[in-house]
């Protein structure tokens, strides 16, 4: 099978490997789709902390089974996605049901060997059915079910204002299953073009600049002076994070979606006076990646509109380094295999 790997930051190199040999409970899976991730895009530029190298990347998959033991669930020729976040089943995050964040998470892609091949073995208790979805949707699943993740910690109300801040493919993923949670959604972002995608494909109503002036004032106008209830950050910008502690209502909670390698600083009296949440969201559950496919076949969601570039397997080498450049404006490139 062809497979290509991440041999050192700037470098990925096509070979020929042996098909994996199908191991108890396990699916071997045909890969149809590959979905690039600012986490697929970092390991390759070098600043991601969980790498090391060679690693082939990839963990936004779609595929259609072709071998598979010990389930009678799944079928043969089935288009399906995984949960691509292998766990223990043993340390304490496992057995408090919060597998997202096990102890010795081994993400697919990140910690081993992820989809950028034509065959990928995965545990049969990983698969997701994908019966309705086309294989570009199914490889979206993953990166849209961080979003909903984050929105059910957050444990967003009917008509609530929740600032999403960052317009990213995570930050669209947020915005989308707030509005379907029922909230009025802001988006807040640097980028121009970004924050009229939210408004012209999303429907979102309130996109700010936060280079427009005074944040706060902007967000007090929009919210009738109370400010929003759920501040959720999908940016990973430290700056962005410090400051949205005063974009929150008295009573709010803050969820980190987006990750950055420093500390976090905020003035305690204030955050005292609101008796505000402060939580991270990491990965998703099985539950956000059903409450995903769910809102994608009802028409809820229609995260395809979030593919700016299309390409076959064999040039993706040639087009990495293009994908980082914020000229070409990629939110999400899609990778296609026969
Ligand atoms: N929770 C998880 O498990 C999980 C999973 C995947 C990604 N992430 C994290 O989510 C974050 C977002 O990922 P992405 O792929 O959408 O990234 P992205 O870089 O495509 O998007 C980030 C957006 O934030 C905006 N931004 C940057 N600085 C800003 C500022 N100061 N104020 C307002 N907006 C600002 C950028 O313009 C950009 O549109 C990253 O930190 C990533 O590591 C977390
Ligand atoms: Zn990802
Ligand atoms: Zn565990």
């Not at 209502?249 to 006076?273: C, M, T, Y």
């Not at 099985?286 to 969601?301: A, N, P, W, Y």
């Amino acid at each position: 099978m062809k497979t290509l790997t991440c041999t050192t930051p700037g470098q990925l190199q096509y070979a020929e490997a042996e098909k994996p040999v199908l191991a108890k409970n396990h699916a071997l899976l045909k890969i149809k789709r590959i979905g690039i991730c600012g986490t697929d895009l970092h390991a390759f530029e070098s600043t991601q902390p969980f790498f090391s190298y060679p690693r082939i990347l990839g963990h936004e998959l779609a595929a259609k089974i072709v071998e598979i033991d010990g389930s009678t669930e799944f079928a043969l020729g089935e288009a399906v996605t995984f949960i691509p976040y292998f766990n223990c089943g043993e340390c304490i995050a496992c057995r408090s049901n919060k597998p997202n964040c096990c102890v010795k998470m081994q993400v697919c892609g990140v910690h081993v060997d992820g989809g950028m091949r034509e065959f990928l073995q995965v545990p049969v208790s990983t698969l997701l059915h994908g019966e309705g979805l086309s294989y570009d949707e199914l490889a979206l699943v993953e990166p849209l079910a961080i979003g909903a993740h984050g929105v059910r910690r957050a444990a967003v109300q009917k008509d609530e204002f929740v600032l999403v801040i960052g317009a990213g493919p995570i930050g669209l993923g947020t915005m989308e299953f707030a509005r379907i949670a029922g909230a009025n959604v802001i988006a807040l972002d640097i980028n121009d073009s970004r924050l009229e995608f939210c408004k012209d494909r999303l429907n979102v109503a309130h996109a700010v600049n936060a280079l427009d002036g005074d944040v706060s004032a902007q967000l007090a106008a929009i919210t009738d002076g109370n400010m929003p209830t759920v501040v959720i950050d999908a940016t990973g910008s430290q700056k962005a994070i410090n400051n949205a502690f005063q974009y929150m209502a008295h009573g709010a909670r803050f969820v980190l979606i987006g990750l950055q390698k420093g500390d976090i600083s905020f003035s305690h009296p204030e955050f005292h006076k609101r008796e505000a949440t402060l939580m991270s969201s990491r990965n998703a559950t099985t539950e956000d990646f059903e409450h995903v496919i769910r809102s994608m076949k009802q028409g809820l969601v229609k995260p395809t509109t979030y593919i700016t570039h299309q390409v076959a397997f064999d040039q993706v080498a040639g087009e990495f380094a293009n994908w980082l450049d914020p000229k070409n404006g990629v939110i999400k490139a899609m990778v296609s295999m026969d």
